[in-house]
């Protein structure tokens, strides 16, 4: 192979390399939950997902929700059981009888996650 073949197939996968990353992202997660209930009230909590890919390849891999520090939710993804699209939402009901520290996560099969986010529900008798 020619030296000019050689650093043209260099220069291309530089680009093809350097356009991957551009491309990739770190699965995030927003949480939406009421700021403050009366004690016994059911709530509604949203977790919205976003993420840049969504292919057998390329996708979020779960999501986990926890509540004063317990894992009470984690929905699994895979190859064959694909989020539906790139950016969703799921809901999850909890009945509040004491204040609630929220926090939910997501992970992205190659790239990781982009961190925790929080919520606090107050809880009032």
Same mark, same amino acid.
Request: with cysteine; charged share 20%; aromatic share 8%.
């Given at each position: ?5 050689? &650093? +043209? ?5 530089? &680009? ?7 491309? /990739?992202?770190?699965?995030? $997660? ?6 403050? *209930?009366?004690?016994? =009230? ?11 890919? @969504?292919?057998? /390849?390329?996708? =979020?891999?779960? $999501? ?7 894992? *009470? ?11 539906? =699209?790139? %950016? ?6 909890? $009945?509040? @009888?004491?204040?609630? %520290? ?11 996650? /982009?961190? $925790?986010?929080? +919520?606090? *529900?107050? *809880?009032? %008798?």
């Amino acid at each position: 192979m020619s030296a000019m073949k050689r &650093f +043209a197939l260099s220069v291309l996968a530089l &680009f093809c390399f350097s356009l991957a990353g551009l491309l /990739a992202n770190k699965t995030s $997660v927003e949480v939406k939950a009421p700021a403050e *209930v009366k004690a016994g =009230t059911e709530i509604t909590i949203i977790i919205t997902v976003t993420h840049k890919g @969504n292919s057998k /390849a390329h996708h =979020t891999d779960w $999501v986990s929700l926890k509540i004063n520090g317990k894992e *009470v939710q984690r929905w699994s993804y895979g190859k064959d059981s694909l989020p539906l =699209t790139e %950016n969703f939402s799921i809901e999850y009901t909890y $009945v509040a @009888n004491e204040t609630l %520290n929220i926090e939910a996560q997501g992970d992205c099969n190659l790239h990781g996650s /982009a961190g $925790v986010k929080t +919520a606090t *529900v107050k *809880v009032t %008798n």
